[in-house]
T-cell receptor, first 115, second 109 residues
Framework: KAGVTQTPRYLIKTRGQQVTLSCSPI?????VSWYQQTPGQGLQFLFE???????NKGNFPGRFSGRQFSNSRSEMNVSTLELGDSALYLC??????????????FGEGSRLTVL | DAKTTQPPSMDCAEGRAANLPCNHS???????VYWYRQIHSQGPQYIIH???NNETNEMASLIITEDRKSSTLILPHATLRDTAVYYC??????????FGKGTRLSVIA
């Protein structure tokens, strides 16, 4: 069974640009969550999508957005990039129901560097 | 969800059991305790979760105290590959998993 796939793995952008990251969940998983990881702040929750609807949202500015498609694939977008957006962005998928929804399967992440 | 408290770091000799504590004194009755670990440069990995009964799987055992105010993750025979940051998280319903700072476990040869 294929794991969670994130693309691209590495990317470099400059301040003011925007970026789109993609995540393909494990087949059959309907929930996709996104996290940002930085050395200073650790792992921070961005948002979660289930059946194309945002179910939970973390405390990030509106420049961070996401969406989920009918095949459960998800994208996140960061507009007007700032230096502080440099981070590892992790996507995770899970079954949607009950306690199994807490068993997240993470991808390897997309490492974004903003210059 | 419950705030959890973990020691920042621990060492364990290779081949010995690693016992990682977690305090969650404010946990509510319907909150589960989840454990994850993150090996350097990889995404976090789910280990185990439980409500009030002890749980065991192929990776670890989870011991939850009767009053549910604390728990211990046990890696029975630690190897060098178990060196990682271990996270203890309380969660109920469909709330998102909120990762704290975790415990950095170093397994020493």
């Amino acid at each position: 069974k294929a794991g969670v796939t994130q693309t691209p793995r590495y990317l470099i952008k400059t301040r003011g640009q925007q970026v789109t990251l993609s995540c393909s969940p494990i087949s059959g998983h309907r929930s996709v969550s996104w996290y940002q990881q930085t050395p200073g702040q650790g792992l921070q929750f961005l948002f979660e999508y289930f059946s194309e609807t945002q179910r939970n949202k973390g405390n990030f500015p509106g420049r961070f957005s996401g969406r989920q498609f009918s095949n459960s694939r998800s994208e996140m977008n960061v507009s007007t990039l700032e230096l502080g957006d440099s981070a590892l962005y992790l996507c995770a998928s899970s079954l949607e129901s009950g306690t199994r929804g807490g068993e997240l399967f993470f991808g390897e992440g997309s490492r974004l560097t903003v210059l | 969800d419950a705030k959890t408290t973990q020691p920042p770091s621990m060492d364990c000799a290779e081949g010995r059991a690693a016992n990682l504590p977690c305090n969650h004194s404010t946990i509510s009755g319907n909150e589960y305790v989840y454990w994850y670990r993150q090996i350097h440069s990889q995404g976090p990995q789910y280990i185990i979760h439980g409500l009030k009964n002890n749980e065991t799987n192929e990776m670890a055992s989870l011991i939850i105290t009767e009053d549910r105010k604390s728990s211990t993750l046990i890696l029975p025979h630690a190897t060098l590959r178990d060196t990682a940051v271990y996270y203890c998280i309380g969660r109920s319903g469909n709330t998102p998993l909120v990762f704290g700072k975790g415990t950095r476990l170093s397994v020493i040869a």
